[in-house]
Structures are given as C-alpha cells and as structure tokens.
C-alpha cells in the first residue's frame, strides 16, 4: 500500500497551482500509455480554483480533452443547474471553457427522485466507459481528485453514514443526516482502487481533522477520510499551511 505522501505550500492558490501541474503531467501520461485519462473531480469550493487554472493556459494546451473521460467522486441531489451541484461548479469554472466532448463528461444524475437507481445507473456508466463488467471489482481511474470537509469527509462519505461500510457496490445513495438528505457517492472499494488519489485541503478549519486523519489512530467511522489507501495506487496531499499547521510532519 502506497504511504501517503503529504505536499505543503503557502496557500489555496499555491496548492491550486501545483494540483493543476500533477493533474497535466498525469493527463499526459495516461494518453501516453492508455490513450485516454480517467479522472474524478471532487465537489465542494477548494478544487473550484483548480478546475479555473485547467481551463486557462498553459494547462488547458497542455491536455487533450478528447481523451480525458471526466466523471464526478460525488453529486447532492439537486439538479445539474443548482448553485449547489458539483457538476455546475465544475462546468462554470472549467467545462464550459475547455473541448472536452460532451459525451466524455459523465455526470452523477442524483437529482433522480429514485437515487437508488441514479446510483445504479451511475455505476454502469463507470462500467460502461472504463470497459469492465458492472458487477465485477471496480475499475482503477487514472486520477480522483478529492476535498476533505472539517469532519473529515471526503467525497460524500461522511461520519457514522452507511457508505463508510459499503463494500461492493461502487457507487451508493448515502442518507447525510446533518444536511437531512441524500447523496450520491462513490465508494472506498472504487476509490482504493485509483492509480492515484490527490486530496487538495487547505483553510484553518481543515488543521485538527487532518492531522487526526493523517497522524491520529484509525477512527474510519470518525475520520472517513481515512478509508482512503489506493491499494496499489499513490496517496497524494496537497495541503496549504493553515491545514497542515497542527501536524507533527
Ligand atoms: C462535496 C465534496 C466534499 C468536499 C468537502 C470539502 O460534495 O461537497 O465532495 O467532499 O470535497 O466537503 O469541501 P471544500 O473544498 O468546499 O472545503
């Protein structure tokens, strides 16, 4: 298992930067060796600045997003045109400004009254473009980006839900209590299974969580964050100083 490699910079902006770099280089290198790269965008507002620098030179000359298969970590369940979806934020910041075809942009449908099926239906469209069978073992993406929220969440798996445990499925509908509904979420069986995960975390609010995740006991059900351990895959933080302040490292 890969150990987690911990990168510090000065700020959310630095950390954006060099997030925008590693997601170029490993862009690059999966068409090189692949002929396509896969990757997972997290939601929430850190990668907003990210998904921005990708859209604009020199990174956005630097892909070939006709070969980059763009799906989402997680989704809310509002529509794709709510000011809460992750799919809008990353379409504004990014998506709208860059070639990618729209039939390599694979949203989440959560706002689907059934988000069982939403997903379900997710999962087969996993299968589907990365070519595996839909009830096999989950596919490795090239790259996941996620975010970690002050509980320690990441993607939508957040303390005490029922996702934290899922073992099979790849994608799940995770009732949230604190926000009192549901999400739609990738798993830990797919997410350990990247070639890479990269956590961007900056902001004071993240400095105790993360290094109780980090440097802490196992506390899972606590710490989601901790389920994530690409078993054959890198472990990349890329962390600002008022996240990383409170660790021993
Ligand atoms: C979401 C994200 C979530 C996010 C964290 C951190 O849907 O909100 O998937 O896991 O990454 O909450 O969010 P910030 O980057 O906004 O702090």
Same mark, same amino acid.
């Given at each position: 298992?890969? &150990?987690?490699?911990?990168?510090?910079?000065?700020?959310?902006?630095?950390?954006?930067?060099?997030?925008? &770099?590693?997601?170029a280089?490993?862009?690059?290198?999966?068409?090189?060796a692949?002929?396509?790269? $896969?990757?997972?965008?997290?939601?929430?507002?850190?990668?907003?600045? %990210?998904?921005?620098?990708?859209?604009?030179?020199?990174?956005?000359?630097q892909?070939?997003?006709?070969?980059?298969?763009?799906?989402?970590?997680?989704?809310?369940?509002?529509?794709?045109?709510?000011?809460?979806?992750?799919?809008?934020?990353?379409r504004?910041?990014? %998506?709208?400004?860059?070639?990618?075809?729209?039939?390599?942009?694979?949203?989440?449908?959560?706002?689907?009254?059934?988000?069982?099926?939403?997903?379900r239906?997710?999962?087969?469209?996993?299968?589907?473009?990365?070519?595996?069978?839909? $009830?096999?073992?989950?596919?490795?993406?090239?790259?996941v980006?996620?975010?970690?929220?002050?509980?320690?969440?990441?993607?939508?798996?957040?303390?005490?839900?029922?996702?934290?445990?899922?073992?099979?499925?790849?994608?799940?509908?995770?009732?949230?209590?604190?926000?009192? $509904?549901?999400?739609?979420?990738? $798993?830990?069986?797919?997410?350990?299974?990247?070639?890479?995960?990269m956590?961007?975390?900056?902001?004071?609010?993240?400095?105790?969580?993360?290094?109780?995740?980090?440097?802490?006991?196992?506390?899972?059900?606590?710490?989601?964050?901790?389920?994530?351990?690409?078993?054959?895959?890198?472990?990349?933080?890329?962390?600002?100083?008022?996240?990383?302040?409170?660790?021993?490292?």
């Amino acid at each position: 298992m890969a &150990e987690s490699l911990v990168q510090k910079f000065a700020d959310a902006e630095a950390v954006s930067r060099a997030a925008a &770099e590693e997601v170029a280089r490993r862009a690059r290198e999966a068409v090189s060796a692949r002929g396509r790269f $896969t990757i997972a965008l997290a939601g929430g507002s850190t990668p907003r600045r %990210l998904y921005e620098l990708l859209a604009g030179p020199p990174f956005r000359e630097q892909i070939d997003w006709s070969k980059m298969e763009i799906f989402w970590g997680d989704e809310r369940s509002v529509p794709p045109d709510h000011k809460d979806s992750n799919f809008r934020m990353a379409r504004l910041a990014m %998506l709208d400004m860059v070639p990618a075809p729209a039939s390599n942009v694979h949203r989440i449908h959560a706002e689907q009254p059934d988000r069982y099926a939403a997903a379900r239906d997710y999962q087969a469209e996993i299968a589907r473009v990365l070519g595996v069978a839909v $009830t096999g073992e989950p596919p490795a993406f090239d790259l996941v980006l996620l975010g970690m929220g002050p509980d320690a969440h990441t993607a939508s798996l957040f303390p005490g839900t029922i996702a934290l445990t899922e073992t099979s499925r790849w994608v799940v509908a995770n009732y949230v209590d604190k926000f009192a $509904t549901y999400r739609v979420t990738m $798993t830990a069986p797919i997410l350990n299974r990247s070639r890479c995960v990269m956590f961007l975390v900056a902001a004071p609010d993240k400095a105790a969580p993360l290094a109780e995740v980090l440097e802490g006991p196992p506390e899972p059900a606590r710490l989601p964050s901790q389920l994530i351990r690409p078993a054959g895959g890198e472990l990349v933080w890329l962390v600002d100083h008022a996240a990383a302040s409170r660790l021993r490292q």
